[in-house]
């Protein structure tokens, strides 16, 4: 059976208009979305991790109010007008809840996730997921005319053939019909700053497996040889919060919770941290496992 008849209708309608205008080759089953986030900021007064294990899915900018790119998703935003263009208007009327999620697609195979300039961490969701997903390239914001479902996915040989700077170097992806972290998480894959930390401890409680990559880490000295990519005064935010001369998620993340900081400024920080404190072997697949019994509750 079509297993799109098992999606509530607004979202099989989405998925069939956006096919509608799509051919090329089917997209690889062991190819992944990642969905990048930061896992120590706050969601609706609770620290984002908690969040997750309190609803036990993964929310929208249009329920959470918050998004680490733009704040857009509101009544008569640019994310509204961006997903009435690629849906023909089905989720014009939608409850929050119902509307897609941003992800992209991992077809570079990425230790640190398909689009780290959203976050240093990401959730990777299940192969089943593919189905329910559509894809473009560029970003929604670009007014995109190029898209992808699972079945027709020409998007890679474009992005494999454009120049990007590596922070826009993603297809993404909207996955319809919600994200259950015990049904659609492959993975929570966390950056290494976080290892012995209550993200730690908070990613343990929720019900997917816990995985970690080596980390993204940048000295100040290095920060301030790319002043000139965001801006100096952020590298001189960077080089204030920095402990010991290094920067760290972990140590963006603090100076994000202390209220101190403009979260946008901390923003541009994290852009140069991910552009050029990349771990080695972040264009490569790469995980640790946690041991045996953790990631539950």
């Given at each position: 059976?079509d ?19 799509v051919s ?5 089953p ?6 990048n ?21 993964y929310?929208?900018?249009f329920?959470t109010g918050t998004?680490?790119?733009?704040l ?12 009435s263009?690629?849906f ?20 570079r ?11 240093s961490?990401?959730?990777?969701l299940?192969?089943a ?6 894809f ?5 914001a ?9 079945s ?15 922070l826009?170097?993603y ?14 998480v ?14 730690e ?17 940048l000295?100040v ?8 990519y ?7 935010l960077?080089?204030?919060?920095a402990?010991?001369?290094l920067?760290t ?16 400024d901390?923003?541009m920080?994290w852009h140069t ?8 072997g ?13 990631g539950?509750?």
């Open positions: 059976m297993f799109r008849h098992e999606l509530p209708p607004r979202a099989r309608r989405a998925l069939d208009h956006v096919a509608a205008g090329g080759p089917p997209l690889d062991g190819l992944r979305i990642t969905l986030f930061h896992p120590d900021r706050v969601c609706g007064g609770l620290p984002i991790l908690e969040a997750l294990a309190r609803d036990g899915a929310h929208s900018q329920v998004s680490n790119g733009g857009t998703a509101h009544p008569g935003g640019d994310r509204t007008r961006w997903e263009r690629i023909g208007g089905l989720y014009d009327d939608a409850a929050p809840v119902e509307r897609p999620l941003y992800g992209a697609l991992d077809f195979h990425q230790a640190v996730g398909a689009a780290p300039r959203f976050g961490s990401h959730l990777r299940t192969a997921v593919l189905d329910r997903a559509t473009c390239y560029p970003d929604s670009a007014e995109p005319t190029d898209f992808g479902v699972a027709a996915m020409p998007l890679i040989a474009l992005a494999e053939a454009d120049d990007q700077d590596p826009n170097d297809i993404e992806s909207h996955v319809h019909a919600g994200v259950l972290l015990a049904r659609d492959e993975a929570l894959v966390l950056d290494a700053s976080y290892r012995g930390t209550t993200v401890t908070a990613a343990r409680r929720l019900p997917c497996p816990l995985e970690w990559h080596p980390g993204y880490r000295t000295t290095e920060l301030r040889r790319h002043a000139d965001r801006g100096p005064e952020y590298a001189d960077g080089a204030q919060i402990e010991r001369g920067l998620p972990r140590v963006i993340g603090d100076a994000a919770r202390t209220g101190r900081h403009e979260l946008q901390l923003k920080v941290l991910a552009r050029f404190g990349a771990p080695e972040a264009g490569t697949a790469y995980s640790t496992p946690a041991p045996s019994g953790t539950t509750a």
